[in-house]
């Protein structure tokens, strides 16, 4: 079946190390998306790119970086900038036309430790 | 992009229709309104979207002012299961590039017995 798939789910990071979080999708989607989410709270726009080699930072961008060197993959390197990484991270993407359903992954889980 | 508000949370009894509500007063002409839910940290899930009519589904309804400017997501019969966090999301009409997905604060509810 078609869909987002994120990986790894649960992730354990030491201070100053850099980890990446895969975001693939089979649907043949334009847009693709990465979102930060602390418990309790809302979700938060890092990254987003609408076509393959380009992006745009969000409005948490700072700590993070992206590529998009394939339509299907928009991998989330968390670097060691990052101050709080520790948060549920989420992917979605959406086709090129309007009016069209918006998938997200199932999350990842960053814990530092 | 438009921004949304949304109530911080509400409750609902079993079996009782679940009306949750979302201001979008910037929202332009070409721009959807979506709703999600989140249960427990898992990724969202679609509901149901629409532009200017009212639109049903099997899960809920949405009702649109007539000026666009705000929404409501009806549950018509909420059970334990549907507790969870409602997202209110605008999202424009893609020309060529998509744009970026705006979320709202999220509604809490909490259905009770």
């Known amino acids: 079946d078609g869909g987002i798939t994120q990986s790894p789910k649960y992730l354990f990071r030491k201070e100053g190390q850099n980890v990446t979080l895969s975001c693939e999708q089979n649907?043949?989607?334009?847009?693709m998306y990465w979102y930060r989410q602390d418990p309790g709270q809302g979700l938060r726009l890092i990254y987003y790119?609408?076509?393959?080699?380009?992006?745009q930072k969000g409005d948490i961008a700072e700590g993070y970086s992206v590529s998009r060197e394939k339509k299907e993959s928009f991998p989330l390197t968390v670097t060691s900038a990052q101050k709080n990484p520790t948060a549920f991270y989420l992917c979605a993407s959406i086709p090129g036309s309007s009016g069209n359903t918006i998938y997200f992954g199932e999350g990842s889980w960053l814990t530092v430790v | 992009d438009a921004k949304t508000t949304q109530p911080p949370s509400m409750d609902c009894a079993e079996g009782r229709a679940a009306n949750l509500p979302c201001n979008h007063s910037t929202i332009s002409g070409n721009e959807y309104v979506y709703w999600y839910r989140q249960i427990h940290s898992q990724g969202p899930q679609y509901i149901i979207h629409g532009l200017k009519n009212n639109e049903t589904n099997e899960m809920a309804s949405l009702i649109i002012t007539e000026d666009r400017k705000s929404s409501t997501l009806i549950l018509p019969h909420a059970t334990l299961r549907d507790t969870a966090v409602y997202y209110c999301?605008?999202?424009?009409?893609?020309?060529?590039?998509?744009?970026?997905?705006?979320f709202g604060t999220g509604t809490r509810l909490q259905v009770t017995l």
């Open positions: 790119s609408q076509i393959v080699n380009d992006f």
């Open positions: 649907l043949n989607h334009d847009a």
């Open positions: 999301i605008v999202r424009a009409q893609v020309t060529g590039t998509a744009s970026k997905l705006t």
